[in-house]
């Protein structure tokens, strides 16, 4: 028994080991839960990207030994707008405008800013006993807002904590495991910004 632990341990090992992992945006990641008419916020908002985090790529290894020696390719740039657009379109009644240019003119409720500030993910082997591997992933999203003028008016970051997916024996895709946790972090951190954001909406009615 204590060799096939060991066999399947270096199995995995390798595995995750000297290659480079890609993935995707994938909206079946995303839980779509629509926001009831009453509690939409009135007119549009505008989600803003500076135009180097649009297309930014996370690529590093994980932060465990399993897994640390590969590179895992995340479109964060990608999946903040995507993601973004879902969750912040849903709570505004005209939905939101996507740029990468500030506005100053007005026009919109409400400027969103959201950045990813930091990322990790996970390949725990050891509280398994080498039978398997737990993917997990931990996010922080940074939320900008700023007022029709233009002007930052809040600031805050919004820390996931670890999320742990389940574990497996062996996976031919292990980086869509992290892919996952990745996608239904950022949604979360989106959707608890959303209590700020209606806090200041409704101390700046229209």
Known sequence: MRRN???FTIAA??????CQMTTAYKPEYVQATPVPAAEQFDGKGLLYF???YAGYV??????TFTGSGAKLSVPIGLMTREIGRSVYGSAFREGVDVTTVPSSG???RVTIEPKVTDFKYYFHQAENLGFA???????SLT???LDPAGSAVATRTYASGEH???SYMMSGSPEDKISRLAHEIMAELMKQSLVDVRAWLTAHPQ
């Open 5 to 7: 632990i060991t066999v």
């Open 13 to 18: 090992v390798l595995g995750l080991a000297g």
């Open 50 to 52: 500076e135009e180097s």
């Open 58 to 63: 996370y690529n590093e290894g994980a932060s």
């Open 106 to 108: 007005g026009a919109y």
């Open 133 to 139: 591997i737990t993917p997990g992933a931990e996010m």
């Open 143 to 145: 939320v900008r807002l």
């Open 164 to 166: 742990k997916g389940g």
